[in-house]
C-alpha cells in the first residue's frame, strides 16, 4: 500500500512539473488509464521539455508529409509520362488544335495566340512550325506588362524561350489602367505573350491558314 502512494505521488509530481502522460508511463510503467484516473484533478501546464518535444514531432510529421508528397508527384508524373508516350503528328496536331481553340484568335481571321504560360507558348509555336509549316520570320511578338515590370528583362525572356529574335518584338504596351487589380503585378513580371502571325505575301499563312484553323476546330467539334 505504501508503495501504491509513493509511486501516486511520483506521478503528481511530474505531472506537477509538466511531464505528459506519455513521459511519466514510460519512466514508471504505468498506464495511460492509471494515470487519467489518478490525475484528472491534477492542473497541467506543459513543461519546455515537452513543448520542445511537442514541436520536434509536428516538424517530423511535417517533413514526413512533405516528403511522401514528393514521393507522390515523381511517381504520377512519371505513370503520366508513360502513358502519354511519345506524340505522333496527329497527337501534336489535335493537341494544337485544342489549344488554339481556347488561347488563339476565332475572329478578324488573324492568326494569333494570347497567353502568359512559356511551356504553353513554346508548345504553340512547335505546333505552327511542325503542323502549319510556318517559319520563324513568320512570328511577330507584342508583350502586354505591368507597371512593375522590367521591359527589357521581359523582352530578353520571351526572346530566349521563343528563339523568337527581339528585332520581331513590337511595341511593348503597359497596363496602366487605375481601375484595374493589382494582383497579377507580382505574379506576371515578363507579362502576356501575344504571338501575330505575318504571311509577308504567302496566301497559304494568311486568311487561309485562318480558315484551315476554324476548320480544324469546327471538324473536332463535330
Known amino acids: 500500500m505504501k508503495s501504491l ?14 511531464y505528459s502522460y506519455g513521459y511519466i508511463s514510460q519512466q ?15 492542473p497541467f501546464t506543459p513543461n519546455q521539455e515537452v513543448l520542445d518535444r511537442v514541436k520536434m514531432a509536428q516538424l517530423k510529421s511535417a517533413k514526413f508529409k512533405q516528403q511522401r508528397r514528393i514521393n507522390e508527384i515523381v ?9 502519354i508516350g511519345q506524340l ?19 475572329s478578324n481571321e488573324n492568326v494569333r495566340i494570347i497567353n502568359s504560360d512559356p511551356i504553353l507558348v513554346k508548345l504553340m509555336i ?9 517559319g520563324l520570320n513568320n512570328f511577330y511578338v507584342f508583350i502586354h506588362l505591368y507597371p512593375d515590370s522590367n521591359i527589357d528583362a521581359a523582352i530578353a525572356y ?3 524561350v521563343t528563339s523568337i529574335p527581339s528585332k520581331q518584338f513590337g511595341k511593348i ?5 487605375t481601375n484595374k487589380s493589382l494582383r497579377n503585378n507580382r505574379k506576371l513580371p515578363y507579362g502576356t505573350f501575344h504571338l501575330q502571325i505575318r504571311s509577308y505575301g504567302n496566301k497559304e499563312f494568311g486568311r487561309r491558314l485562318h480558315r484551315r484553323i476554324i476548320g480544324w476546330i469546327e471538324a473536332v467539334s463535330k
Open 5 to 18: 502512494i509513493s509511486t501516486k505521488d511520483r506521478v503528481i509530481k511530474l505531472r506537477k512539473k509538466g
Open 28 to 42: 514508471l510503467g504505468l498506464s495511460k488509464s492509471t494515470l487519467s484516473d489518478w490525475l484528472r484533478e491534477i
Open 158 to 160: 520571351w526572346s530566349e
Open 75 to 83: 511517381e504520377m508524373r512519371e505513370m503520366a509520362l508513360e502513358e
Open 173 to 177: 504596351q503597359i497596363d496602366k489602367r
Open 126 to 134: 512547335r505546333w505552327f512550325r511542325d503542323i502549319c509549316g510556318l
Open 88 to 106: 505522333s503528328r496527329r497527337d501534336l496536331l489535335l493537341l494544337g488544335v485544342g489549344l488554339y481553340w481556347g488561347e488563339g484568335s476565332k
